[in-house]
């Protein structure tokens, strides 16, 4: 449908900078990183080394492994300070327990049923061990922990928890995803600019699409379609009448977007961190941003010569229901001042994005644990993306698992044959 490929994980140009549209990170032996290694061409990433916690205003520094825990350690340390200072006696965080109880739901995430908060109050109520724990849970898998069963986070600590290797494409998203185009282009074609119109259905199975393209409705017979767009969506695109009310009502109870904020800094010097070195930096007990990555510390081809562009994230209090653009706005502009102090003096808002859950630019059409099947009661209609991930994954790599698994499904039903396009003639 628009200008360019790539969907969420493409970019945008605004005034010399190169915005990435959703994801901006890959995981390094990840799903996608699979496709590039099956189909031949080189994926080109620029790891970023170093993660970050702010905890009490102060910036530590995880290990490779054992984050969590190392977490845990300083908390039980700020709360010793903490009760100096009020003349009360520290309340120490069971660190151990709560290791002990993640290990366990790592094993057998399916048995955990409260929620990520009443899971964690079990063993503590300490203020900074929960905003850890939202942190981790709003950012990476995208709900609060008050929102989610805490079988989600577990199943995604299985899934992609200790996925540390993460890598920025050095040249933008667009440009990787311009290489995978290249290999479809080798054996048909990569069409832009093509508004989908209507799935067609006949007799229960998928015939093909209608499109405009070019000021006409263009006819694409096939044996099977695949929709990578919110699964309701591509319900309406295809009619509701054909498919079951099972269906229909699996799809109310599962397609949960997920709201975000997003906001692009641009700046004359390195905000964070002031040296200019890659990291990611994730916070607690902010307004609304959860993480800032700065891009074009870990790729500077992303900002104009003598240009900084830094990326930062977060989320509503609840992504159930609607947001105030407005109110998002205001809040995450107040996070930028507190949490980057050379902001004012040396930084400028590109961009903020509130990007509310009937927004195309999302984070993902449901949530991680908690999603679609690939196949449809539509013979030979089947949904990809991040509408129908797999048990555990999330983002890019949920996305590309999530086309594996449809392709692996159509070629155990279906043989290629040559698909016909028909022009109608009229213009629209």
Request: hydrophobic share 40%; aromatic share 6%; proline share 6%.
């Amino acid at each position: 449908k628009l200008s360019r490929i790539g969907g969420r994980f493409s970019q945008e140009e605004y005034e010399g900078f190169k915005l990435p549209t959703g994801a901006i990170a890959i995981h390094r032996g990840g799903g996608m990183a699979e496709i590039f290694d099956e189909v031949g061409v080189p994926l080109e990433l620029v790891m970023v080394p170093r993660l970050f916690y702010r905890l009490g205003g102060k910036d530590y520094e995880m290990p490779p492994k054992g984050s969590v825990a190392v977490m845990l350690d300083i908390v039980n340390k700020l709360e010793v300070e903490r009760s100096k200072l009020v003349g009360g006696l520290a309340k120490a965080v069971a660190s151990e327990k709560i290791r002990e109880a993640l290990g366990r739901g790592v094993r057998e995430p399916e048995k955990e049923t409260l929620t990520v908060r009443d899971w964690l109050l079990q063993y503590t109520d300490n203020e900074f061990a929960h905003e850890i724990f939202d942190t981790i849970s709003s950012t990476l898998t995208g709900r609060h922990t008050y929102e989610q069963p805490a079988s989600h986070l577990f199943a995604w600590f299985v899934k992609q928890g200790g996925a540390r290797e993460v890598g920025v494409p050095p040249h933008g998203n667009l440009a990787e995803m311009e290489k995978l185009a290249r290999v479809v282009k080798s054996n048909g074609d990569v069409w832009t600019n093509c508004l989908a119109i209507r799935i067609m259905v006949t007799g229960g199975r998928a015939k093909g699409i209608m499109v405009q393209k070019d000021g006409k409705e263009v006819e694409i017979a096939s044996q099977v379609v695949i929709s990578n767009i919110n699964p309701k969506v591509t319900v309406g695109l295809a009619s509701e009448a054909n498919f079951d009310e099972q269906y229909l009502r699996l799809l109310r109870l599962r397609v949960s977007p997920a709201p975000i904020d997003v906001a692009f800094v641009a700046s004359d010097s390195p905000l964070w961190p002031e040296d200019g070195s890659p990291a990611i930096l994730m916070l607690t007990g902010t307004r609304r941003i959860r993480s800032i990555v700065p891009l074009s510390n870990v790729t500077p081809e992303l900002a104009p010569p003598g240009q900084h562009l830094l990326y930062a994230t977060g989320r509503p209090p609840s992504t159930w229901v609607h947001l105030n653009e407005e109110e998002e706005v205001r809040q995450v502009t107040l996070d930028l001042k507190e949490q980057l102090p050379l902001f004012e003096k040396h930084g400028r808002i590109l961009r903020i994005d509130a990007r509310d859950i009937v927004s195309e630019g999302v984070d993902g059409w449901c949530s991680v644990g908690f999603c679609v099947p690939n196949e449809t009661p539509v013979k030979g209609l089947y949904l990809a993306g991040d509408g129908a991930i797999p048990w555990g994954n999330i983002g890019s790599t949920a996305a590309a698992g999530s086309a594996r698994r449809a392709v692996e499904l159509i070629r155990k039903s279906f043989k290629p044959k040559k698909a016909q396009v028909f022009r109608r003639a009229q213009r629209l």
